[in-house]
């Protein structure tokens, strides 16, 4: 942190606070709110540097007024020799509070982004482990001021420009980004605390103490309230980010998992703006961590209802939208065709429904299998403008059920093929959802409202003299 006290020697010792200087009215006041009542515990993510042994100290005397009680983390990041360790054990000691210490393994290559992720993993486990209502980070302003102006420099938008969160979900709480870390730390060293001083935190090399030593330094030399002025900025980006958010998440409330992706209802009357979010929060879905191309590209394909790239596909499927990754899913497990006079259950992609074929007794065993390469038409010709002209992304190929003969694809159920005219592919996701979690490829000999039943199609044949022809679909509800 910049321009940090001298590390104090003595244990804390009570002290009265100068006007405009008693930030722990503050941080009582938004943890209450947040956490606050009889039997709530919050885990106190402690450094070891100025700012988290004040906010420990702060809330070692909070917590029981307002019934929180406290439980510590501390991790060792291994980057170099350290006493922070045994700075926080031994003042949790000294208070009565529990404390968890981890630690990384020494040698891997150092790095703020890495480091972010291996603690926000760590005080993930630990708060699990210990039933945590919450995690308190004692992020102040100046770190506020410090993210702004980083995110700027790299180009975010409104997400960005929001800074860091208050409350970050349902776990993570930040109740001191509007106070100056310099008051902090001057209510640390008149409490005579002892802490550590981080000699990385000088190193400029690193991209925020660059931020904080030089950039802020010129910026509040021109106007000494920039950083209230950025905190102020972060405060009003945030309340329009949360505006936009709240929308997108509105055009994903109906979304499911299905086929190794994700449903939704097709946003594409939603504002660029909103479709952005909607683009982020399906990739962080698909664990995928967003690139400002992702979100672009993924944008595009949600506005036009199709395409790829990327790595992502998009696909229209009946009235909705299929998002998934490019990679091609393990086919259907081939089945015998039924009988003439006799119902199977298929799998999805299919809605409910029954689907009467017409066969001759000619045409001998049939099955009922997803698609391979290479596969023909009995009537002549590839697949190639089947899956076109119903625009089936590759992915899902081998999901879609096709009746298979001698002669070759007699039908792509589902598909409405050359032989019938153009249209549109139709998907059900609770078929799909319901055949993935059974694992049952297909069951055999059953009536068709069962499968209605199952959330899938029913596939049924019957003798008829001349070539075999699909009749079609006749939907239930």
Known sequence: MPDQPAPGTGPGAGSGEQPGMDWTSTLEERV???????????????SGGADSMAVLEAMSEIGPRIGVALHVAHLDHGWRPSGAAALVWQRCQ??????????????WAPSEDRAREERRRFL???????????????????????????????????????????????LWLRPLLDVPGRDIRA??????????????????????NWIRHRLLAEMA????????????????????????????????????????GLLLTSPAEASDAVLARIAYRLLETLGRRPTEGQVLALARALKSGGGGGRGLWVARLGPRLWVGGSQVLPPLTPQAAPRPG???????????????????????????????????????????????????????????????????????LGVKGPWQGRGGWVFSASA?????????????????????KLGGPALSTKAARGRPVRKGASARS
């Open 32 to 46: 209450e709110a947040a956490i606050g009542g009889r039997g709530q515990r919050a885990l106190l993510a402690v």
């Open 94 to 107: 000294a208070l009565g509070l529990p404390l968890t210490l981890g630690r990384l393994p020494r040698g």
């Open 124 to 170: 993930a486990q630990v708060a699990w482990a210990v039933e945590a209502d919450a995690v308190l980070l004692a992020h102040h302003g100046t770190d506020q001021a410090e993210t702004v102006l980083a995110h700027l420099m790299q180009g975010s938008g409104g997400r960005g420009l929001a800074g860091m969160a208050e409350g970050a979900g349902t």
């Open 187 to 208: 209510w640390a060293k008149r409490r005579q605390l002892v802490y550590e001083d981080d000699p990385t935190n000088r190193d400029e090399a690193h991209l925020r």
């Open 221 to 260: 030399s021109r106007q000494p309230r920039v950083e209230a002025a950025l905190v102020r900025s972060a405060r009003l980006a945030g309340r329009d980010e949360a505006a936009l958010s709240a929308e997108a998440d509105a055009w994903l409330g109906d979304r499911e998992v299905s086929l190794g």
């Open 342 to 412: 006799e119902t199977i259950c298929l799998p999805g992609p299919l809605p409910p429904g029954l689907i009467d074929m017409e066969l001759s007794p000619l045409v001998g065993p049939l099955a009922v299998r997803g698609w391979r390469p290479g596969d023909r038409l009995a009537s002549g010709g590839g697949l190639g403008p089947v899956w076109k002209g119903a625009a089936v992304p590759r992915p899902l190929r081998p999901r879609v059920p096709l009746v298979v003969g001698r002669a070759g694809v007699l039908a792509v």
């Open 432 to 452: 799909a959802v319901l055949a993935d979690r059974s694992g049952r490829p297909g069951l055999f000999g059953v009536p068709a409202d069962d499968c209605d």
